[in-house]
């Protein structure tokens, strides 16, 4: 499993070959950040931020039949496939995959009870291998929302095949991962495919008029900020003793940080892509620590605290908790030289030191799950330059880099991850394998490895 990881093999290795390059490359739906201390005075010079959208449109341009494959069919992915069917005209479901086969009937009913969506059952996959098989079944779009763990290999078989990918968050779990799916963008690029990463905050309405508040010096320039995910537990399998490890792990995979990554990778990461987005920049090291208090299987912890240092000295606290019975807060909080900028409530707002209201911002009707789906396929149709790839591969490695930190009680720094060689899970995919479990033990800090 790799799980038994000491800290000099989680931060040191392998140079990461590419690498350096493909971070250094922005995209064209990037932000890069201008602003800074102008010196010893503590006056920040407050500057714009460039940020590139597509027409944020309420239903996607009609065009010539797109047909999209599905590779996931859980719950996440038979959410995208209802969510990219309701985005606009001309698009149809033609294959779908899974490792199970409960799982592709069950996605292969919903579509035919709630859209009318008939997919020919020799469309149908199961395997390990079913993705190879949906990316060949003559489809022009795939929507890959499996366990993160997977993601990597079937983005880059995707852009291989030159397919548009939507792919769900997060896009790895280790550092290997992050490589491959920075090698993959790169190529995406280059052959002008559109990918869209499902960050919804970057395509909600109400985050972009706060962001572009923002970017109008409404707060002055970001000096800290708070980003929150605390929720109650998400959800278990409990074995089957008809099933595989291999199998219930899988099943069960939002528990195991070979499959998800940890939920400061899995859930956390959506606020963590806030902060580098509003800010304009990733933060270079992570001091931090969790704990694992009520979470019934798998080897992850429930809650972190992570300090995130930026390369001009600005920190971000972020905290995720999943536990039952505690105060709960999904949220971000910008504090500026101005004024303060936070998503706490219904609507994102700009308050001032008082707490009196400067800045409320709009809200759409159109659901940021079903609108990421009408930006990708309007930029499809439209030919726009969009790849949201390397941008979230970053704000994925930030959220590794905290869990790191966490596990081992250490300060961790983003350039010693690049760095690094970890590589998590089995290196062969057999339903069968067996003796995993006892390997996959939970991590104690300040030990130097997973123990």
Request: glycine share 10%; charged share 20%; proline share 4%.
């Amino acid at each position: 499993m790799n799980n038994n990881l000491s800290r000099r093999k989680f931060l040191t290795g392998a140079a990461a070959v590419g690498a350096a390059s493909a971070i250094g490359a922005g995209t064209l739906a990037s932000c890069s950040a201008e602003g800074g201390n102008t010196g010893t005075t503590g006056v920040y010079d407050f500057k714009r931020k460039e940020y590139n959208l597509p027409p944020m449109l309420e239903t996607a341009p009609d065009g010539p039949e797109l047909k999209a494959g599905i590779i996931g069919c859980g719950g996440r992915g038979s959410g995208a496939a209802l969510n990219f069917l309701d985005a606009g005209t001309n698009l149809k479901i033609v294959s779908l995959g899974d490792v199970f086969q409960d799982r592709v009937d069950n996605l292969r009913e919903k579509l035919k009870k709630e859209r009318g969506v008939e997919v020919p059952e020799e469309n149908c996959f199961t395997g390990f291998d079913a993705f190879e098989k949906v990316i060949d079944a003559g489809v022009d779009v795939v929507i890959l929302a499996t366990p993160p763990k997977f993601r990597p290999e079937h983005f880059e078989a995707a852009v291989k095949a030159r397919k548009h990918v939507f792919m769900e968050k997060p896009l790895a779990v280790d550092t290997a991962g992050i490589r491959q799916i920075l090698a993959a963008a790169k190529m995406a690029e280059s052959q002008e495919l559109k990918i869209v990463t499902g960050t919804q905050r970057r395509h909600e309405h109400s985050y972009i008029n706060l962001w572009n508040e923002i970017n109008n010096n409404g707060i002055g320039h970001i000096v800290s900020a708070n980003v929150y995910w605390n929720s109650g537990k998400l959800w278990h399998r409990d074995n089957n003793p008809n099933w595989s490890e291999m199998e219930w792990m899988i099943r069960d995979w939002v528990n195991w940080t070979w499959l998800s990554g940890d939920h400061i990778v899995e859930q956390h990461v959506h606020n963590i892509d806030v902060a580098n987005w509003f800010i304009g920049e990733h933060p270079v090291k992570a001091v931090g620590f969790g704990s694992r208090q009520r979470r019934v299987t798998g080897d992850q912890y429930d809650n972190f605290s992570i300090d995130y240092i930026y390369e001009d000295g600005r920190h971000v606290h972020s905290m995720c908790r999943q536990i039952n019975g505690c105060a709960n807060g999904v949220y971000e909080i910008f504090h500026g030289t101005k004024a303060i900028a936070t998503t706490v409530g219904k609507n994102p707002q700009i308050v001032d030191s008082s707490g009196n209201q400067l800045f409320i911002a709009e809200k759409s009707e159109t659901s940021p799950y079903v609108q990421e789906h009408i930006n990708w396929i309007t930029c499809i149709r439209q030919n726009i330059p969009f790849n949201e790839a390397e941008q979230t591969a970053i704000s994925n490695m930030v959220a590794i880099m905290g869990r790191v930190s966490a596990y081992t009680g250490k300060e961790v720094t983003y350039d010693e991850m690049m760095n690094s060689d970890m590589k998590l899970g089995p290196s062969i995919y057999l339903m069968n394998n067996i003796g995993f479990i006892e390997k996959a033990t939970v991590s104690i800090p300040g030990t130097l490895e997973r123990a």
